[in-house]
C-alpha cells in the first residue's frame, strides 16, 4: 500500500487549490481515504473523510462548504479542492488509507495505518 500526495503551494487569502493522492497496492474503493492536517506546533487534524464503498464523505467543521473531497476509483486518485482558503489552513496535508476502517464519521488518525508523505500548503499575502 503506497500513497503520495502532491499540489500544495503558496496560495493568497481567498484563493484555491487541490491536491492530489495518488494511491496503489490496493483498490481504492474498497478502503477509506482520509484527508489530514498538521500546523506547526498542533496535532494532526482531520479535514474530510472518503467511505470505503460508497464513498460517502464527512467534512471538518473547519473546511465544510470550502473543500471538497472525491475520488476516481478508475485512476487510483483522490482529490481535495480546497477554496477560499484562510491563513489558519495553512499545514502538511496527508492522505492516508486503511483497509479496516469504514471512514465514516470524524476522521481519527489512529484509524489509519498507511499514510502518505505529505504536502505543505501555505496561506499567506
Known amino acids: 500500500v503506497q500513497l503520495q500526495a502532491s499540489g500544495g503551494g503558496l496560495v493568497q487569502p481567498g484563493g484555491s487549490l487541490r491536491l492530489s493522492c495518488a494511491a496503489s497496492?490496493?483498490?481504492?474503493?474498497?478502503?477509506?481515504i482520509g484527508w489530514f492536517r498538521q500546523a506547526p506546533g498542533k496535532e494532526r487534524e482531520g479535514v474530510v473523510c472518503?467511505?470505503?464503498?460508497?464513498?460517502?464523505?464527512y467534512y471538518a467543521g473547519s473546511v465544510k462548504g470550502r473543500f471538497t473531497a472525491s475520488r476516481d476509483n478508475a485512476k487510483n486518485m483522490v482529490y481535495l479542492q480546497m477554496n477560499s482558503l484562510k491563513p489558519e489552513d495553512t499545514a502538511v496535508y496527508y492522505c492516508?488509507?486503511?483497509?479496516?476502517?469504514?471512514?465514516?464519521?470524524?476522521?481519527?488518525?489512529?484509524?489509519?495505518?498507511?499514510w502518505g508523505q505529505g504536502t505543505l500548503v501555505t496561506v499567506s499575502s
Open positions: 472518503i467511505s470505503s464503498g460508497d464513498g460517502s464523505t
Open positions: 492516508a488509507t486503511d483497509p479496516f476502517t469504514t471512514g465514516r464519521g470524524p476522521c481519527f488518525s489512529w484509524e489509519y495505518a498507511y
Open positions: 497496492g490496493f483498490t481504492l474503493d474498497s478502503y477509506a
